[in-house]
């Protein structure tokens, strides 16, 4: 009896991992059309007010002086402050700060300031660098984000639209060398990114990425400034979700901006992509449940595994679908030639990343460790 359980056990499993498959192949389908539809054309701004850009930083990245140098470089008539953020005056990344001060006409400026307000060392970074903040528009970015020239006049021509509070920016991976850092590369380009077009083009989510969120001040202290969301992993979506709230958009924009990776070892790379993972699982813990279908070369290969008939066809199938998309958003998106041959690791990897992310709360950042509450809320973690 229990052998011929086990059999059925498994012929069940294996015909739920086929149908999966399946279903994430269409999925891939759907996206290429979205993304190749989708539309890339950028704004002219009209007015041209004074922009306060705030990037905290923590140590010194691969390539952090091009990024800062990226930034003080605008196409764009009006004022721009860069104002950059560290906690601790010895940060390997103010260096950096002090030579593009020396060497760039730009008003750039760098607050140390240590203080912390939250279990989120990057929002105290945030709430430390504001006060030093003099224009009404305020753009934050990560440290790790690559700015092309039009990037501010973008910004600011779709936040003077009518009703928007805010204005984001999904992003591409541009890996800054090593297999890793390919790897982490080509999870965002063939996964991340095609699944936020699909669900802004349909309607099926409201994002706010850290990448760029640009807002105005008045309505940043409306919400309740930085410190609403000091204890927030999820500190972009909470920013986003406070200014919709007010009865404002948050727009999407068209184009996207490069996301530098330089994960050195799989380590780190497995660190990042599990805080990635915790990240969407603490916004929506249901809807994340249901992206498992979003996997279709893993699962036709657990269906291969079970012995369902038809499984090379299967498999073959969610290959060609995963490097259909691939091209697809390489195209779109104008990004440089990504590794084909690595999509079958990447997904393997990711679908680990998946199963894994369901056994525990943990995540790594920043080279501390912290506890993820169901709420969403950072509690540091002791070692």
Known sequence: MSIIFNHDLVRWIGELCAAGA???????????????????????????????????????????????????????????????????????????????????????????????????????????????????????????IVADPQYVSSLVAELDAPNVGAVTCAYHGIPAGGICAHLSALSINTQFLPNVIVAVTLGAARPCFGATIALRRETLAQIGGFHAVADELADDFALGRAVRALGHQVAVSGFTVGHVCFERDFRSFWARQMRAARTIQSIDPIGYLGTIFMHPLPLSVLAAATGVSGWFLLVSAAMVCRLALCSAITRACRLTRQPHWLIPVQDAISFAVFVASFFGTAVEWRGESYKVAADGALTQRRR
């Open 22 to 144: 399946v279903l994430g192949s269409l999925y891939n389908l759907t996206a290429i059309v979205l993304i190749l539809r989708f539309p890339r054309a950028r704004e002219a701004a009209r007015l041209f007010p004074s922009v306060s850009i705030l990037r905290p930083l923590h140590g010194n990245e691969p390539g952090l002086f091009a990024r800062l140098v990226s930034l003080s470089r605008q196409d764009y008539p009006g004022a721009i402050e860069i104002i950059c953020g560290v906690q601790d005056e010895e940060d390997p990344a103010a260096p950096a700060v002090r030579l593009l001060q020396a060497t760039n006409p730009a008003h750039v400026e760098l607050k140390v300031d240590a203080r912390e307000y939250g279990s989120n060392r990057k929002v105290s970074n945030l709430i430390n660098m504001q006060p030093q903040a003099r224009h009404d528009v305020l753009v934050v970015t990560d440290s790790d």
